[in-house]
């Protein structure tokens, strides 16, 4: 029996597909069987950054509605083969999810997989409140700004309301990942800390990530930077992963700036 | 209509004898020459060509308007004052009893009902509290409170608050939007660890409590 997992933020923009492609793969390469799901109905983009946009046949609307089955629908990831991805609809609105559907749907994921990873939609709407309806546990993605703490904090606020475990009295388990952290604004006092946040949202951290350039070329070229070894953002993904398995693997520092080679050269001539 | 004011100086006189009175008037014609001479009684023709060769001015028989000292004018200035003001008092209870029907302020309430909270109050939740609360967990940005007793809250305050109790004690909060029966509160006056925020005579009164403590531990 496996585990849902629900990746959310509130805000847009944030990095939740990126996070959900780059973690899903992660847990594949660390040999759990891990299927990451497209709930951006009708604007998806999970399909495009695991580089299989060309593959869906099925999406997950025709699987819900029978017109297709769960095992037609799951495409193969070309980086790993215990990674499976199932589409969302482009053509279809947030409109079509149904509870009952839904259900069904995630316990047959959940029987064939270890972990089930969700990709929730940006907002707090239906389709946000579907993705984390039948989820037990959540990975809350931020950036380190006000904005996006804050709607996270209320994304939070309705996942311990409406999750479907809430009202069975058990409590959703909840990882906080801080990307796009840039540790020069850090140092200089323009981003908010780890420790402003952890404040704030009160849940545990799972890890950061750092801001990187690769990641936007990464996503253009359909292949997630967790494969990119050089990567320090694809290194942080992959400690995530590793922790999600449930293994203990030392918190990076990755806010105090390290002085590259060209900025020690720099340094003597001061 | 056009009018000029002018303050002349006027000398009275009852002519008894005609000749005493060109003789006086010959040697300080120099004192009179500006004066409104006021000629109570008959005069004579005589005395009429006399001025008028002398070129003074002058009016006969003319009840001149009595002058007043100056306390009895401020006397009067006052009284008028007092009315006004005693009408106008009128006027504005009759306004106050048409517009509000008179309430009974009910007696301040000391404690009652303490509720004690450990959760974090996230943004957009709103907590609406009959009673008193003590608050041991942060309100976060986008949360909101609303309370009709005593409030403290120990730790940091990003929402809103809206009081109406006695007192509402909390840590220095910049960001906090905090109302205290209908009047917002100056965050720049919350600096210490925990502040007691109180109405006295309808104003706000802030006094630091605990200068020192460290709730954070």
């Given amino acids: 029996m496996g585990s849902i997992i629900a990746v959310i933020s509130g805000k847009g923009g944030v990095g939740k597909t990126t996070t959900t492609a780059n973690v899903g793969l992660g847990i594949a390469i ?12 009708g604007q998806r983009n999970l399909d495009m950054i695991l580089g299989l946009e060309n593959r869906v046949v099925f999406d997950i609307v025709q699987v819900m509605d029978g017109e297709a089955s769960v095992k037609q629908a799951l495409i193969k990831s070309k980086f790993n083969e215990n990674l499976f991805f199932l589409a969302a609809s482009q053509t279809k609105d947030k409109s079509v999810l149904d509870s009952q559907k839904i259900k069904t749907l995630v316990e047959d994921l959940k029987n064939e997989f270890d972990y089930v ?5 940006a907002g707090i709407e239906s389709g946000y ?19 996006s703490i804050r709607d996270a904090d209320r994304a939070i606020g309705i996942l311990d309301s409406k999750s479907q475990k809430v009202k069975d009295g058990k409590e959703v388990v ?28 009160s849940i545990p951290l799972i890890g950061k990530v750092p801001e990187d350039r690769g990641i936007i070329d990464a996503s253009n070229q359909g292949k997630p930077i967790i494969m990119d070894k050089n990567s320090p953002a694809g290194q942080a993904y992959k400690r995530i992963s590793i922790r999600i398995c449930g293994e203990m693997v030392p918190m990076e520092d990755i806010e ?11 340094g003597i001539f001061k | 209509m056009q009018t000029k004011q002018s303050s002349v100086k006027v000398c009275e006189v009852t002519i008894t004898d005609e000749n005493e009175f060109i003789a006086f008037f010959d040697t300080n014609y120099n004192l009179f020459k500006d004066y409104l001479i006021v000629i109570n009684g008959d005069m004579s023709e005589e005395i009429k060509e006399y001025m008028n060769t002398k070129g003074l001015s002058f009016l006969q028989n003319v009840t001149l308007p009595k002058g007043k000292s100056r306390k009895p004018i401020e006397q009067e200035l006052e009284n008028e004052k007092a009315k006004y003001l005693e009408a106008k008092k009128q006027f504005e209870d009759e306004l106050s009893k048409l517009s509000t029907p008179k309430v009974v302020a009910p007696e301040p309430v000391e404690q009652r009902d303490l509720k004690v909270l450990d959760s974090l109050i996230r943004s957009g939740q709103e ?8 608050l041991l967990n942060r309100v976060n940005s986008g949360a909101k409170i609303v309370i009709d007793g005593n409030l403290i809250i120990t730790q940091i305050v990003d929402g809103a608050i809206r009081c109406n109790g006695n007192f509402m004690m909390l840590k220095a909060s910049p960001k906090a939007n905090i109302v205290f029966h209908n009047v917002e509160v100056d965050n720049s006056y919350l600096q210490n660890r925990l502040n007691r925020v109180e109405l006295k005579n309808n104003e706000i009164v802030v006094t630091p409590v605990l200068k020192g403590t460290n709730w954070e531990v």
């Fill in chain 1, 30 to 41: 660390n040999g759990k069987r891990c299927v990451v799901v497209d709930f951006d109905i």
């Fill in chain 1, 117 to 121: 990873i969700l990709d929730a939609p």
């Fill in chain 1, 129 to 147: 409140e579907h993705t984390i309806e039948f989820a037990d546990s959540a990975i809350i993605v931020v950036n380190p700004e006000v904005s």
């Fill in chain 1, 174 to 201: 909840k990882y906080l990942i801080i990307n796009r952290i840039d540790p020069k604004m850090v140092q200089s006092g323009e981003m908010l800390t780890s420790e402003d946040i952890l404040d704030i949202l």
């Fill in chain 1, 256 to 266: 105090s700036v390290q002085a590259g080679f060209i900025d020690k050269i720099k």
């Fill in chain 2, 127 to 134: 907590l609406n509290i009959e009673g008193d609360l003590l």
